[in-house]
C-alpha cells in the first residue's frame, strides 16, 4: 500500500511581524507564510500564535452584562484599575483601550484629558497598549496625535485611521514611534487604496490592518471573506500592501447585539463563534470582552 502524503502548498510571501509595546511588554504579531492553523506537514511557519486584548473603556461602561463586568466590577470607575486588573486577574496580553468618552455625542472629553488617561492605564497595566478613537474624523486626529505625544517612544498601537484622517494620525506614529491600525469598510479595494496611502509615511511593520469584524448574524459570513481574501492577497498572491497582520475588534459589535443584551448565557456563544470565525479567517489580533471567552480562546490558541 502506498505511503499516503498530505497534500499541502507551500508560499514564497509572509505576513510581515508587527510588535506593539516594548522591552519585556512587547507582542509580536503576524510573521507567518501560511494560511491560519495551516502549519502542519512542514507546511510552513506560523511564529507568533494570535494574541488577545481585552476590552476597556474611558469612562463607567453602559449596556454590559454582569458577566462581562464580574472581574472589573469594582474598578471600572478607574481605566487604570480596570487595566490592572485584566491582566493581573485576567492573564490578558494586551489593553485596548476605548476612548469612547472622547465622542462629540459622549462627553467631548479633551484631547489632553484623554491623553492623560491613556498614559495612566498605560503605567497601570504593563502589557502592550491599544488605543482607539471612536471614528469621528475630525476629533480622533486630535485625540490620537496628542496620545502619541503623551507616550512618545512606548509603541503603541494607535487607531482607527480612516482615509479621512490617516495623515496626521500617521506622522504622529511616526514621529513618536508608534504604530497604527487602518481601518477600511469591508472592502478590499479601500483597505489597499488606505494602506498604499499610509505606507508612503509608514512602514509596513508600524501597520495592523482592521477590515471590521461584523458579529454573529450581522454580517459574520461578510467579514470571515474579507478576512480571508486579504490573507490570501498577501500571502498567496504576494501583494505587499495587503501583507500587514489582521485585528479582528469584534467585542463592541457582539455585545451591542439584541440577542446577547437580553441572554447572556447566548451572548457568551455569540462572542465566542465570532471569535472563532476570525481566528480560522486569518485574524492575529482580538478585542474580546467577556472573561469566559477569553479564556477559552486562549487554551484554544494554546492547543492549536
Known sequence: MAEYRAPFETYKAKVVEVTIGKGDRAIKIGG?????FNQTFDQGDFPNSPKIALEVWDKEPYGWTPGCLEPVKDVVGDPAAWAKR???ALGAEA????????????????PEVAAETAKKVYEACGVPLIVFGTGNEEKDPLILTKVAEALSGENLLLGPVLKEDYEPI??????HGHCVVAQAPIDINLQKELDVKLMRILPPERIVLDP???ALGYGLEYGFSIFERTKHVGVIFNDQTMQMPLIANFSFEVWRQ?????????????????????LEAGANLLVMRHPEVYKIIKEMIAEA
Open 212 to 214: 471590521l469584524a461584523p
Open 95 to 110: 489593553i485596548f483601550l476605548y476612548l469612547i468618552s472622547t465622542d462629540p455625542n459622549e462627553d467631548d472629553t479633551s
Open 258 to 278: 439584541k440577542e446577547p443584551k437580553e441572554n447572556e448565557e447566548m451572548g457568551v456563544y455569540w462572542e465566542l463563534v465570532t471569535a472563532i470565525t476570525y
Open 170 to 175: 500617521a506622522n504622529a506614529a511616526k514621529e
Open 32 to 36: 507567518e507564510n501560511v494560511l491560519a
Open 86 to 88: 485584566c491582566v493581573e
